[in-house]
Nanobody, 115 residues
Framework: QVQLVESGGGLVQSGGSLRLSCAASGNIFGLNDMGWYRQAPGKQRELVATIRRDGTRNYAGSMTGRFTISRDNAKKMVYLQMNALISEDAAVYYC?????????WGQGTQVTVSS
């Protein structure tokens, strides 16, 4: 019912920054929480950050202070600003959204950290 499309991934040097974007479309009435998860090779998918419709944010402990999640409700967009990137941050990053009781996922965008 809701489609999520991520963008902004790519190759970045250690210590650099990236800004990921996620656009929601389709039947977006009732769009509630949104967020980001990531999955590295050989690892389980893990929570990065979530943000409620009222702007309340929640971060996984290891990301606090370096990553910032934000959203634009009018544009139906959610963003993830990533700073001071390290090799452990390399993963496929997935956009997530809850619409009423349904959970929706994007296709993912690859983040690669070099050096």
């Amino acid at each position: 019912q809701v489609q999520l499309v991520e963008s902004g991934g790519g190759l970045v040097q250690s210590g650099g920054s990236l800004r990921l974007s996620c656009a929601a479309s389709g039947n977006i009435f009732g769009l509630n929480d949104m967020g980001w998860y990531r999955q590295a090779p050989g690892k389980q998918r893990e929570l990065v950050a979530t943000i409620r419709r009222d702007g309340t944010r929640n971060y996984a402990g290891s990301m606090t202070g370096r990553f910032t999640i934000s959203r634009d409700n009018a544009k139906k967009m959610v963003y993830l600003q990533m700073n001071a990137l390290i090799s452990e941050d390399a993963a496929v990053y997935y956009c997530w959204a809850r619409v009423f009781f349904a959970a929706c996922w994007g296709q993912g965008t690859q983040v690669t950290v070099s050096s």
